[in-house]
């Protein structure tokens, strides 16, 4: 079975903090691990990663994959109130219609 | 932007009685999904469709839950007896075909409620 585990599970910080999450994997058959941010209801895409090493980056937003340990890190710089959310990972097998499997997920509250 | 579109924002339920939850994917994305995310718990994966029929399901996608494109733009997930343990946020979620990146495009989520 696919496991995806986060940490912290939640985490409080001020603004212009910088905060990373982790998230570590076992997937059999591993294609790609993705990155959401859920404010309210829909998670939204951050980043997919599926090369090691290759540092995915938008904004104050950062991320990056180690195959050979089985993590990522989401890196999020000079953090914002707007920054507030849960932060989900998810992995997605090769072969797989595209479902994914998340992780419990990060809630990050980033105070004023 | 595109985007997809879900139907009730919130539908309250007596257990036992039927729901259908409405989705309207993205219109040119070719694989369709539902999830589910129970309050606090993580977003679990339900089924997958494709080409007019089921890619995948997850071992809680069981006979009392089914899928249907009827119309080529609308794609259901109906409830047939619904239980208390199915209250959730339902996700609707679709992704293009060949040459995209694997992420999936989520709808703002239907939340169900069973009394």
């Known amino acids: 079975e696919d496991k995806v585990v986060q940490s912290p599970l939640s985490l409080v910080v001020h603004e212009g903090d910088t905060v990373t999450l982790n998230c570590s994997y076992e997937?059999?058959?591993?294609?790609?691990l993705l990155w959401y941010k859920q404010e309210k209801k829909a998670p939204t895409f951050l980043f997919m990663l599926?090369?090691?090493?290759i540092e995915k980056k938008s904004g104050r937003l950062s991320s990056i994959l180690d195959k050979k340990e089985l993590f990522s890190i989401l890196n999020i710089t000079a953090t914002q109130t707007g920054d507030s959310a849960i932060y989900l990972c998810?992995?997605?097998?090769?072969?797989?219609?595209?479902?994914?499997?998340f992780g419990s997920g990060t809630q990050l509250t980033v105070l004023p | 932007e595109p985007e997809v579109t879900q139907t009730p924002s919130h539908q309250v339920t007596q257990m036992g009685q039927e729901v259908i939850l409405r989705c309207v994917p993205i219109s040119n994305h070719l694989y369709f999904y539902w999830y589910r995310q129970i309050l606090g718990q993580k977003v679990e994966f339900l089924v997958s469709f494709y080409n007019n029929e089921i890619s995948e399901k997850s071992e809680i996608f069981d006979d009392q839950f089914s899928v249907e494109r009827p119309d080529g733009s609308n794609f259901t997930l109906k409830i047939r007896s619904t239980k208390l343990e199915d209250s959730a946020m339902y996700f609707c979620?679709?992704?293009?075909?060949?040459?995209?990146?694997?992420?999936?495009?989520f709808g703002e989520g239907s939340r169900l409620t069973v009394l």
């Open positions: 997937v059999t058959n591993f294609r790609s």
């Open positions: 979620a679709s992704s293009p075909g060949t040459g995209n990146t694997g992420e999936l495009f």
């Open positions: 599926t090369s090691s090493g």
């Open positions: 998810a992995v997605r097998r090769s072969g797989s219609a595209r479902q994914l499997t």
